[in-house]
């Protein structure tokens, strides 16, 4: 049976519906806005695996072609590996939703999203987190509340809500935003150098519609919801936590003070070790059989580690002090350099602690945009970004299977941090590709790929209107108290309950990304960590600028050169020629690529100046006019009776009558010339028709 329920957004029914399709799911909800259809389909298993060690949820979003109309490309004609966009949905989706179930709930759960329908004026990613929020509440899988995802856009100083693609083109901002009822739970965007306020007042706009789309998934759930399934919460053994604590808690508590990562870890390993010996060797006297030994040590390895979090937290609580011996506000030490591989465009090295990023750019032609398809259109980018992050920058050996969700994602994120700062392809006509080697990972490394990718690109010569610097803040809580943590390292991350990371120039904030492993946050707290990630960012930006404070005057010596010329875009045809032959013909004489756009912006690109000039001088030549009265140095094409056919410029000849070639009578013209001769002419005359009429007799005399 349907049952649906629907609120009012930008004057069109926002419309969720269960019932009706995928019934077998545990839950399954479509929604309709306008043309856009998606359904969302929530699965969960039978039985929990709480062997896990986490919670098992899987979210994978779709877009199909035939939402909009379209034919996959390639040879098979259907949608295969999932997309950069899919990829990025799927991410956006599971991190505000990952917190909402519970911490006991360890059956594995499968969500899977679909674009159905699309106007392709709107992107359907932020409705993915609605429609699998709704997916659970109707579901039978336990689920604290729902959630719901916007977009904000800021045009003229006004926020709004859920913009269109022609909006985007002249938003300030693009802020995806998920939350509850209660509080907001994940940020995600980019924006043109916003300041905090703006970026706090944006959050708190989105957050009223939020408000509004949980209600509504409330009343569905009403309406159709099933009965949550029962789960067995796990119990605390209180007499083995005691008995670790007496045994392990002082020496755990020096351990974690041991300063850099590999000495803590190693401490902190010795003292895991020693417990867990110890407590074999107990079990083993009790005569304990196997299963029940791996049982309980399973028990102990788990309270060992939140023993663990204990102290760092108490630490940060009580002494204001962290684990590596910082300040809550201090920043780690910073090491750069630039320049650092002679053979690329531009590098350089960027070291905070115990992360370091290698950024390295590469400037190309057009030919090396990147091209990307999906349903709402084609789009090519002249500037993208790689992240890299292999085993051993965190001294694992593991199978490396290419770039995973986590490297995608935050490769993303620093792009979105660089791209408001790239120049227009009017202003440096250039393709830009950036990859971020981490060479070190200890908390972080997605910011300081901003870094190193702000440095690289200085130094290769590439015009940026300013540095963009990015930090990652933590958050502890514990009852009413909070902090809040600059430049967080690994363990902060892993034990703390935010992930804020905020990049900028010094003009203001340029992308953002907020996780929480809370159910939200307050605005203070936000308000809190926006301030002092600002205080952070200007810190890192002064250290940056002290290495390298604008990009360099000139290019690489190993890069590149462009230059543009325009021509009629109504002449484009001319200069590419029957099958390009023309074009082609242009590029091998001289060895520069040559592209041209829809515009007649014809784009010439060689690391020779020669070869550049070879090329433009041709290219002007076929589109320069013939001007009467100027002597042209020509090459004899073709002979006739009557004169000669002279080229005076790439493409256009005239002819030389017979009683204009020489000062003396002729009574043939083989006589005066021969085919290949190069040759002083005037031009006398152009006729209506372009034809034109060429004079050696009076390129001699000068009249």
């Given at each position: 049976?349907?049952?649906?329920?629907?609120?009012?957004?930008?004057?069109?029914?926002?419309?969720?519906?269960?019932?009706?399709?995928?019934?077998?799911?545990?839950?399954?909800?479509?929604?309709?806005?306008?043309?856009?259809?998606?359904?969302?389909?929530?699965?969960?298993?039978?039985?929990?695996?709480?062997?896990?060690?986490?919670?098992?949820?899987?979210?994978?979003?779709?877009?199909?072609?035939?939402?909009?109309?379209?034919?996959?490309?390639?040879?098979?004609?259907?949608?295969?590996?999932?997309?950069?966009?899919?990829?990025?949905?799927?991410?956006?989706?599971?991190?505000?939703?990952?917190?909402l179930?519970?911490?006991?709930?360890?059956?594995?759960?499968?969500?899977?999203?679909?674009?159905?329908?699309?106007?392709?004026?709107?992107?359907?990613?932020?409705?993915?987190?609605?429609?699998?929020?709704?997916?659970?509440?109707?579901?039978?899988?336990?689920?604290?509340?729902?959630?719901?995802?916007?977009?904000?856009?800021?045009?003229?100083?006004?926020f709004?809500?859920?913009?269109?693609?022609?909006?985007?083109?002249?938003?300030?901002?693009?802020?995806i935003?998920?939350?509850?009822?209660?509080?907001?739970?994940?940020?995600?965007?980019?924006?043109?150098?916003?300041?905090?306020?703006?970026?706090?007042?944006?959050?708190?706009?989105?957050?009223?519609?939020?408000?509004?789309?949980?209600?509504?998934?409330?009343?569905?759930?009403?309406?159709?919801?099933?009965?949550?399934?029962?789960?067995?919460?796990?119990?605390?053994?209180?007499?083995?936590?005691?008995?670790?604590?007496?045994?392990?808690?002082?020496?755990?508590?020096?351990?974690?003070?041991?300063?850099?990562?590999?000495?803590?870890?190693?401490?902190?390993?010795?003292?895991?070790?020693?417990?867990?010996e110890?407590?074999?060797?107990?079990?083993?006297?009790?005569?304990?059989?196997e299963?029940?030994?791996?049982?309980?040590?399973?028990?102990?390895?788990?309270?060992?580690?939140?023993?663990?979090?204990?102290i760092?937290?108490?630490?940060?609580?009580?002494?204001?002090?962290?684990?590596?011996?910082?300040?809550?506000?201090?920043i780690?030490?910073?090491?750069?350099?630039?320049?650092?591989?002679?053979?690329?465009?531009?590098?350089?090295?960027?070291?905070?602690?115990?992360?370091?990023?290698?950024?390295?750019?590469?400037?190309?032609?057009?030919?090396?945009?990147?091209?990307?398809?999906?349903?709402?259109?084609?789009?090519?980018?002249?500037?993208?970004?790689?992240?890299?992050?292999?085993?051993?920058?965190?001294?694992?050996?593991?199978?490396?299977?290419?770039?995973?969700?986590?490297?995608?994602?935050?490769?993303?994120?620093?792009?979105?941090?660089?791209?408001?700062?790239?120049?227009?392809q009017?202003?440096?006509?250039?393709?830009?590709?950036?990859?971020?080697?981490?060479?070190?990972?200890?908390?972080?490394?997605?910011?300081?790929?901003?870094?190193?990718?702000?440095?690289?690109?200085?130094?290769?010569?590439?015009?940026?209107?300013?540095?963009?610097?990015?930090?990652?803040?933590?958050?502890?809580?514990?009852?009413?108290?909070?902090?809040?943590?600059?430049?967080?390292?690994?363990?902060?991350?892993h034990?703390?309950?935010?992930?804020?990371?905020?990049?900028?120039?010094?003009?203001?904030?340029?992308?953002?990304?907020?996780?929480?492993?809370?159910?939200?946050?307050?605005?203070?707290?936000?308000?809190?960590?926006?301030?002092?990630?600002?205080?952070?960012?200007?810190?890192?930006?002064?250290?940056m600028?002290?290495?390298?404070?604008?990009?360099?005057?000139?290019?690489?010596?190993?890069?590149?050169?462009?230059?543009?010329?325009?021509?009629?875009?109504?002449?484009?045809?001319?200069?590419?020629?029957?099958?390009?032959?023309?074009?082609?013909?242009?590029?091998?004489?001289?060895?520069?690529?040559?592209?041209?756009?829809d515009?007649?912006?014809?784009?010439?690109?060689?690391?020779?100046?020669?070869?550049?000039?070879?090329?433009?001088?041709?290219?002007?030549?076929?589109?320069?006019?013939?001007?009467?009265?100027?002597?042209?140095?020509?090459?004899?094409?073709?002979?006739?009776?009557?004169?000669?056919?002279?080229?005076?410029?790439?493409?256009?000849?005239?002819?030389?009558?017979?009683?204009k070639?020489?000062?003396?009578?002729?009574?043939?013209?083989?006589?005066a010339?021969?085919?290949?001769?190069?040759?002083?002419?005037?031009?006398?005359?152009?006729?209506?028709?372009g034809?034109?009429?060429?004079?050696?007799?009076?390129?001699?005399?000068?009249?």
């Amino acid at each position: 049976m349907l049952h649906s329920e629907n609120i009012k957004i930008r004057d069109k029914d926002y419309i969720l519906e269960t019932g009706a399709w995928a019934r077998q799911a545990n839950g399954s909800v479509v929604i309709r806005w306008g043309k856009i259809t998606l359904i969302a389909n929530a699965t969960a298993a039978k039985d929990a695996n709480p062997d896990a060690g986490f919670f098992p949820l899987t979210v994978d979003y779709r877009e199909k072609f035939y939402a909009s109309g379209q034919i996959p490309g390639g040879y098979f004609k259907r949608e295969a590996r999932p997309t950069e966009k899919e990829i990025l949905t799927s991410r956006l989706t599971d991190r505000p939703l990952r917190p909402l179930f519970p911490k006991s709930y360890y059956n594995e759960v499968q969500i899977f999203i679909t674009l159905l329908s699309s106007d392709g004026q709107q992107s359907a990613d932020v409705h993915a987190i609605t429609a699998a929020s709704a997916a659970l509440m109707v579901s039978d899988i336990p689920f604290a509340a729902p959630a719901a995802g916007v977009r904000v856009g800021l045009i003229n100083g006004n926020f709004i809500l859920f913009p269109d693609k022609n909006e985007m083109q002249e938003s300030k901002l693009n802020l995806i935003l998920a939350g509850t009822e209660e509080a907001v739970t994940m940020i995600e965007g980019y924006s043109h150098e916003l300041d905090e306020k703006t970026m706090l007042d944006a959050i708190k706009f989105g957050h009223t519609e939020i408000k509004r789309i949980c209600e509504c998934q409330n009343q569905l759930r009403e309406k159709a919801g099933k009965i949550k399934n029962e789960f067995a919460e796990q119990e605390e053994n209180v007499e083995l936590k005691n008995k670790i604590r007496e045994m392990a808690f002082n020496s755990l508590v020096e351990a974690n003070k041991s300063g850099d990562k590999q000495t803590r870890q190693s401490n902190l390993n010795d003292v895991n070790a020693s417990t867990i010996e110890k407590l074999e060797t107990e079990y083993k006297a009790e005569s304990l059989d196997e299963k029940e030994i791996s049982s309980k040590i399973k028990e102990a390895r788990a309270i060992l580690e939140d023993l663990e979090v204990e102290i760092v937290r108490n630490q940060i609580f009580n002494e204001a002090i962290r684990a590596d011996g910082r300040k809550l506000d201090e920043i780690r030490p910073i090491s750069i350099e630039v320049g650092v591989l002679p053979g690329t465009h531009g590098s350089s090295i960027f070291t905070r602690g115990e992360t370091q990023s290698l950024g390295v750019v590469t400037l190309g032609t057009e030919n090396d945009a990147q091209f990307k398809d999906d349903v709402e259109g084609e789009t090519i980018s002249q500037f993208y970004l790689h992240y890299n992050f292999l085993p051993f920058s965190v001294g694992e050996v593991r199978r490396y299977g290419g770039p995973g969700r986590r490297e995608i994602g935050h490769g993303k994120l620093a792009e979105n941090a660089l791209t408001n700062i790239i120049p227009s392809q009017s202003e440096f006509p250039y393709v830009m590709r950036i990859v971020s080697e981490i060479f070190e990972s200890n908390g972080s490394s997605s910011m300081a790929t901003v870094c190193s990718g702000s440095l690289a690109l200085m130094d290769a010569g590439v015009p940026i209107k300013g540095a963009v610097a990015g930090i990652a803040m933590g958050l502890i809580t514990q009852d009413d108290k909070y902090a809040v943590l600059s430049d967080i390292a690994g363990l902060e991350d892993h034990f703390g309950d935010m992930d804020f990371k905020v990049a900028g120039t010094s003009n203001g904030i340029t992308a953002f990304q907020m996780d929480l492993k809370l159910t939200g946050i307050s605005y203070e707290i936000m308000e809190k960590a926006l301030e002092q990630a600002k205080t952070g960012r200007m810190h890192i930006l002064g250290r940056m600028n002290e290495v390298l404070s604008a990009p360099r005057s000139e290019l690489s010596e190993n890069a590149p050169r462009i230059t543009t010329l325009q021509i009629d875009k109504e002449r484009i045809g001319e200069l590419i020629g029957p099958g390009g032959k023309n074009i082609r013909s242009i590029i091998e004489k001289s060895g520069a690529e040559i592209n041209v756009n829809d515009d007649g912006v014809v784009s010439i690109a060689s690391t020779s100046s020669k070869a550049a000039d070879i090329a433009r001088e041709m290219i002007e030549g076929q589109f320069a006019e013939a001007e009467i009265n100027k002597i042209y140095e020509g090459t004899v094409k073709k002979i006739v009776d009557f004169g000669a056919f002279i080229e005076i410029l790439p493409g256009k000849d005239g002819l030389c009558h017979i009683s204009k070639i020489s000062t003396t009578r002729v009574s043939s013209v083989e006589e005066a010339l021969k085919e290949g001769d190069v040759v002083k002419v005037k031009v006398i005359a152009v006729d209506r028709q372009g034809k034109i009429s060429l004079s050696i007799k009076d390129a001699v005399n000068g009249s």
